[in-house]
């Protein structure tokens, strides 16, 4: 069975600051993506990344793809309110692209 | 252009009484998936289907069963509800096919609290 830990599972931090979750297996994975969730509603795609080694930019947020696609990472620069949320990473099953495996999550507070 | 919508958006059920959880989408994907989401554990899958007329078994299937009748819908039920499957529960769709399968990028609804007593 192919999980995912996100790493950390709670994050406050004040406006302003830096700050980067971690999402990592031992498996190997075809894709992996990265969802913000807000409270009350259904999570939303940020990227998607699909090569070793591959960085994504989505203005303040850094994505990157781990070279042997077994993690990834979400850097936020200059952290802002709006970005609070549930920050889901999710990899395409190996063996059954059909499918994602979500991670457990790291949720993030940013206080103004 | 609704999205995935999912209804009901509350429901208070009693242990052992069943019910049906309805997901509709317009954007005539072919993929339809059941998550259930609980407290530090992420999205867990149920079932899914990748057309009309089949489904198939996720992570946690046990006491649901899904229906895809239509390609634009997909029920999730549960004949007598347990105190173990109070949770949130999201229905997701997403177009198929090689780029479906590589960029899978899946679209939400805004979920369905149950909680069974």
């Known amino acids: 069975t192919q999980l995912l830990e996100q790493s950390p599972q709670f994050l406050s931090i004040q406006e302003g600051e830096n700050l980067t979750v971690y999402c990592n297996s031992s498996?190997?994975?075809?894709?992996l993506q990265w969802y913000r969730q807000e409270p009350g509603e259904g999570p939303v795609l940020l990227v998607t990344v699909v090569t070793g080694g591959e960085v994504k930019k989505l203005k303040r947020l850094t994505f990157q793809f781990g070279d042997a696609r077994k993690d990834s990472s979400l850097h936020i620069t200059a952290a802002q309110p709006g970005d609070t949320g549930l920050y889901l990473c999710a990899g395409a099953d190996s063996y059954n692209t059909d499918k994602l495996i979500f991670g457990t999550g790291t949720r993030l507070q940013v206080f103004p | 252009n609704a999205g995935v919508t999912q209804t009901p958006k509350f429901r208070v059920l009693k242990t052992g009484q069943s019910m049906t959880l309805l997901c509709a989408q317009d954007?005539?994907?072919?993929?339809m998936y059941w998550y259930r989401q609980d407290p530090g554990m992420g999205l867990r899958l149920i079932h899914y289907?990748?057309?009309?007329?089949?489904?198939a078994k996720g992570e946690v299937p046990d006491g649901y069963n899904v229906s895809r009748l239509k390609k634009q819908n997909f029920l999730l039920g549960l004949e007598s509800a347990a105190p173990s499957q109070t949770s949130v529960y999201f229905c997701a769709s997403r177009t198929g096919g090689p780029s479906g399968n590589l960029y899978n990028e899946q679209f939400f609804g805004p979920g369905t609290r149950l909680t069974v007593l």
């Open positions: 498996s190997v994975f075809s894709s």
């Open positions: 954007m005539n994907h072919e993929y």
């Open positions: 289907s990748v057309g009309e007329g089949t489904t």
